[in-house]
């Protein structure tokens, strides 16, 4: 199993345009997150989804929209780059049952983003 | 929501000593307590978590400790070594939410 994946590894943008970071996971995991870390920080939750077609807020969306058509795929998508954007993203998943506590979070080796 | 609060933020020790690293959570409802650990440029990565059934749970040389009624977890690294020099995070969550609520981090520099 490749596990959890990311691309691309490091990206530029310029104020104000658009792109889509991509993450993909091979393990059946229902759970799919996207955090974001800033230098010297914790992981932010930005979205999150349970399961193919749903997807919710966490604590730091604003900026981001997220879209899940497929277990195994979860975008997030930039629309209106900002510097304040810039970060190291990441994708994590984790298996879908929550009462057998199976609360793991797997993660992916991230996208450095810099917003200019 | 969730407040985790992270101590120290960095932290050195000689090799072969013990490292403790302390995290403080605000939300008695949060019930699984991981810790992280991120080599520089890499992906956090699982080294142990805690549940709120157990008060204390050891692999090898590290350890968790979670104290409910002080709302409190540490992580004990024993006889440390320089590949243990990271950055450790610990994270808080609850039955039925799906934040993993994370601290600020402590780096680790273990000095052969």
């Known amino acids: 199993n490749a596990g959890v994946t990311q691309t691309p590894k490091f990206r530029i943008l310029k104020i104000g345009q658009s792109m889509t970071l991509q993450c993909a996971q091979d393990?059946?995991?229902?759970?799919m997150y996207w955090y974001r870390q800033d230098p010297g920080m914790g992981l932010k939750l930005i979205y999150y989804?349970?399961?193919?077609?749903?997807?919710d807020k966490g604590e730091v969306p604003n900026g981001y929209n997220v879209s899940r058509s497929t277990t195994e795929d979860f975008p997030l998508r930039l629309e209106l780059a900002a510097p304040s954007q810039t970060s190291v993203y990441f994708c994590?998943?984790?298996?879908?049952?929550?009462?057998?506590?199976?609360?793991?979070?797997?993660f992916g080796p991230g996208t450095r983003l810099t917003v200019l | 929501g969730e407040n985790v609060e992270q101590h120290p933020s960095t932290l050195s020790v000689q090799e072969g000593d013990s490292a403790v690293i302390k995290c403080t959570y605000s939300?008695?409802?949060?019930?699984?307590f991981p810790w992280y650990k991120q080599e520089l440029g890499k992906r956090p990565q699982l080294i142990i978590d805690?549940?709120?059934?157990?008060g204390e749970k050891k692999d090898q040389r590290i350890a968790v400790t979670l104290n409910k009624t002080a709302k409190h977890f540490s992580l004990h690294i024993t006889e440390t070594q320089p590949e243990d020099s990271a950055v450790y995070f610990c994270?808080?969550?609850?039955?039925?939410?799906?934040?993993?609520?994370f601290g600020t981090g402590t780096r680790l520099t273990v000095i052969p």
């Open positions: 994590a998943s984790s298996p879908s049952s929550r009462l057998a506590g199976t609360d793991t979070q797997y």
């Open positions: 393990m059946n995991h229902n759970y």
């Open positions: 989804s349970v399961g193919a077609g749903i997807t």
């Open positions: 939300d008695s409802a949060s019930n699984y």
């Open positions: 805690i549940r709120s059934n157990v």
């Open positions: 994270a808080a969550s609850k039955t039925g939410a799906n934040n993993l609520f």
